[in-house]
């Protein structure tokens, strides 16, 4: 700051920040540390380090790489995550072509209409898409006898709930990046000859790739860490956090759960790192 | 020579019309992902879950409209105590998010060096996107009876037995509180990063006193992330679900514990149906009065971070 604080006041802000960012890590490294601990309960004392919780492969101490249905939870996890993100991408990037270069009546009043997804209650949009699906395989059942499996809860209602917000937050950061563009560079490509879609195919899409790779990254991460929409919508093929949930419900508190933290902690913190690192790519300005 | 003229010109017309139609098709196929998106995942749904709520079932298979569901929602005091709870304390985890966080982003986007300030943001962009769950339960290692702190303290002599932390409402809101917060900050930084020193120099330069400054200059300025803030700070505390059950045990009464109940419990979806549009009618009337007080709308503010 310009005008020099009191030293005090400077050392007390200070240490407010700092303790802050304590407040911010404990539980965090309290869900990652016990994972490492050679015990049958995430408590103190400290046992001892162990990899046990990770690699181990027989009760009591069976780690989470043999656990069948955390695995299970995980993999389910992963192939919903790998739908929602490439999916939300794809409209993202329509989204942002359409209210960046469009030009239709109510543009404005749409725009809001895109961003609200983002301030419904996730337990609602998990709700109201249950009620919509059931209703209307209810109806294809009792009414003509065709069974629609798929709008019944399972990876198909996982998908489009976490689709119907995480799409916002993709066309967001998408149209931020695509205001940027310099039009002038497409038109020196069209005058040099080039078709409306090589230009969009050589020039324009790899200018948003790195809005693309970050939105698809946070769409994974924010899908595969989302609980409230997915709890409404699951069906037998729980992802991870379902599964979690369960085990903490039912079998209380185990390392295991731990080692499942600080695995999800590492993966998303990287992944986090990567979105970031891609965005800050910055060859147009 | 004028049928030449003539005939250039109307190649030129249909050039025109053709782009025109190649235009027209174009933005009808960026628009179609849009409103499927919009119409059949979010405005058909909702309309399908209040005409739910307004449904009764008088006997199997049998069923009335009207308004039925609401009526058992305001005849129950559990019912709108349960709602009236939730909001309360989802309006004050937003004003302690605020409160907490505003100086911690403005030390990062002001004071902080430049080296120490990109390390602070990314500590908190990192842990942006770790499950509610995770933090849930690392606050219950450290706070129940067998917890972190509780052993800490006895083995210090501070206290003779164990103490249970948790389960009551004040971990619930430093729960919430905890949980939110980045999403508080991180829109916080992006809008006061843009803010130029200059101003700030101006108000002291003109007099101003420390306070004024922060209420004149500052949090004027800071206001569309402000707001942006307490509206996605807000809505995530309403509609959290994992916090306030995992902190506050059975008695937790949070507003969507009702909806899990009828849908998944008493499997009670015309009454749950009702509950969801309830809270959805509440954070939505929280936030638009939000956006009118403050004079913002919602494309300057969520859209922006």
Not at chain 1, 26 to 51: E, I
Not at chain 2, 139 to 149: A, C, K, M, S, Y
Not at chain 2, 183 to 193: A, E, K, N, R, Y
Not at chain 2, 260 to 274: H, K, L, P, V
Request: charged letters at 15%; proline letters at 4%.
């Amino acid at each position: 700051m310009a005008r020099s604080a009191p030293a005090p006041f400077v050392w007390g802000y200070r240490a407010y920040v700092l303790a802050f960012f304590l407040f911010l890590a404990a539980p965090l490294v309290a869900a990652g540390t016990f994972a490492f601990n050679d015990s049958l309960f995430p408590a103190l004392p400290w046992q001892g380090f162990t990899l046990d919780w990770f690699f181990n492969d027989t009760e009591p101490k069976l780690g989470m790489f043999h656990d069948r249905r955390l695995l299970r939870g995980l993999y389910y996890s992963f192939v919903i995550a790998i739908f929602v993100s490439t999916l939300s991408v794809f409209v993202g990037t329509t989204n942002a072509f359409l209210f960046v270069r469009g030009q239709f009546p109510f543009k404005n009043t749409l725009y809001i209409v895109m961003v609200i997804p983002l301030v419904i209650p996730g337990v609602i949009l998990g709700i109201s898409i249950l009620v919509i699906a059931s209703n209307m395989a209810n109806y294809f059942d009792r009414g003509l006898g065709i069974d629609l499996d798929f709008l019944r809860p399972g990876i198909f209602l996982v998908v489009l709930g976490q689709f119907s917000f995480i799409t916002t937050i993709t066309s967001l950061v998408i149209t931020a990046r695509l205001k940027k563009f310099d039009a002038t560079m497409e038109e020196a490509a069209l005058n040099l000859g080039a078709t409306r879609l090589r230009v969009l195919r050589t020039i324009t899409l790899p200018f948003l790739r790195p809005a693309m790779i970050a939105a698809g990254i946070v769409a994974f991460l924010v899908s595969f860490e989302n609980f409230n929409t997915t709890l409404f919508l699951v069906g037998s093929e729980a992802p991870l956090t379902i599964t979690m949930y369960d085990r903490m419900a039912k079998v209380g508190s185990t390392p295991v759960l731990n080692a499942v933290s600080f695995f999800l902690m590492v993966g998303s913190g990287l992944l986090a790192l990567v979105s970031i690192a891609v965005q800050r790519d910055k060859t147009v300005r | 020579m004028v049928g030449a003229a003539r005939h250039v010109l109307s190649a030129k017309r249909g050039r025109v019309m053709v782009q025109k139609d190649v235009r027209r098709l174009t933005l009808i196929l960026l628009f179609a992902p849009f409103a499927m998106w919009i119409a059949l995942l979010i405005v058909v749904p909702h309309i399908g879950m209040v005409a739910l709520s307004l449904r009764e079932k008088v006997a199997p298979r049998v069923y009335e409209y009207g308004l039925g569901n609401y009526i058992d929602f305001i005849n129950e005091p559990i019912y709108w105590n349960t709602l009236l709870r939730t909001g309360t304390m989802s309006l004050l985890v937003t004003a302690l998010a605020l409160l907490i966080g505003f100086p911690i982003a403005y030390y990062i986007a002001k004071i902080a060096g430049n080296r120490t300030r990109g390390a602070l943001f990314l500590l908190c962009l990192i842990p942006l996107w770790v499950s509610d769950l995770i933090r849930a339960f690392g606050w219950i290692l450290l706070l129940r009876e067998t917890g972190v702190i509780s052993t800490f303290l006895q083995w210090t002599g501070l206290i003779s037995g164990p103490i249970e932390f948790l389960y009551n409402d004040v971990t619930v809101i430093i729960g919430l509180v905890y949980t939110v917060i980045l999403f508080m900050i991180v829109p916080l930084v992006s809008t006061l990063d843009g803010m130029d020193d200059s101003l700030v120099e101006a108000g002291y330069n003109l007099g101003g006193s420390g306070f004024t400054v922060l209420r004149r200059i500052i949090v004027p300025y800071a206001m569309p992330g402000i707001v942006s803030g307490c509206i996605v700070v807000f809505m995530l505390t309403a509609g959290s679900y994992l916090t306030p059950i995992l902190l506050g045990g059975k008695n937790s009464s949070w507003f969507t514990e009702q909806i899990y109940d009828q849908f998944i419990t008493r499997f009670n979806w015309e009454s749950g149906a009702a509950f969801g549009f309830l809270l959805l009618a509440f954070t939505s009337t929280v936030i638009w009065l939000g956006l009118k007080l403050s004079g913002q709308t919602l494309a300057n503010t969520v859209a922006k971070s």
